[in-house]
């Protein structure tokens, strides 16, 4: 470790001097970037994270100087990724410094790949408003270079954290979309009870029994193939113990599908919301009479 370190302030040293030198080619940039190149990569196996981040910041300096901006890119991803190990938010500026050279020259697949990096960065730091942010970025990006499959991963995190944080009419329009898109690939389309019953719960979490029956009804014009589900029927069956009233129903309910198809925490979470709401409803009404 001790050696590793040495040689990568050796290598930092030489670099600098190099910057500081005269060239009449002007390949200074080109040495320099070779050498803190290798001074990253040894700081690196030193485990010193935030010496060897710095090394690839100058090494992209280098290659903007040499007007490489792909390589300046890689620089930067590479400061990202090792800054991922002690700051987050240094990370997420480098790989912002990555974008925006990649969509300089066209590379908008290597945008799409580093805006979802970001997401996933806020996500891990429970930031869900600017994970959704990255997200919705990630998702044009891929769309707009046909990664379908992985822009609607992404817009599924989107109307994830949406329904988490109450704006269920976003995650509605999200899962409903995804499900219209899937039904035309043969992949896909296996997927597409899914999207509407996570729709289905959305709408049931906004408390108007009305709309969840017109919804259901628009899923069936969607999908011929989903009231025969019993995604469908979970549905149909929240929407009538919540129009009844009926928290003993609605417990039920959940317990016979859970025990053929167990709720992820998701479905769980927001099911629980409708529950909460409908006890509420219950009290209310027990303190009128």
Known sequence: MGDQLGRAEEFE?????????WSFLGSKYEDAADLFDKAANSYKLAKSW?????????????????ESK?????????????????????????????????CDIGRLNMAARYYKEIAELYESEQNIEQAIVYYE???????????????????????????????????IEIYEDIARQSLNNNLLKYGVKGHLLNAGICQLCKGDVVAITNALEKYQDLDPTFSGTRESKLLSDIAAAVD??????????LKEFDSMTPLDSWKTTLLLRVKENLKAKELEEDDLT
């Open 13 to 21: 040293k030489k670099a600098e001097k190099k910057l500081t030198s």
């Open 50 to 66: 935030d010496k060897a981040g710095e090394c690839y910041v100058k090494l992209a300096s280098c290659h903007l100087k040499s």
């Open 70 to 102: 792909h390589e300046a890119a890689s620089a930067f991803v590479d400061a990202a990724h090792c800054y991922k190990k002690t700051k987050k938010s240094a990370a997420i500026s480098q790989l912002e410094e990555a974008i925006n050279l990649f």
């Open 137 to 171: 970025r990630a998702a044009d990006f891929f769309q707009s270079e046909e990664v379908n499959t992985t822009a609607n991963q992404c817009k599924q995190k989107v109307a994830q954290f949406a329904a988490q944080l109450e704006q269920y009419q976003k995650a």
């Open 244 to 253: 009844e009233d009926d928290v003993a129903k609605f417990t039920d309910v």
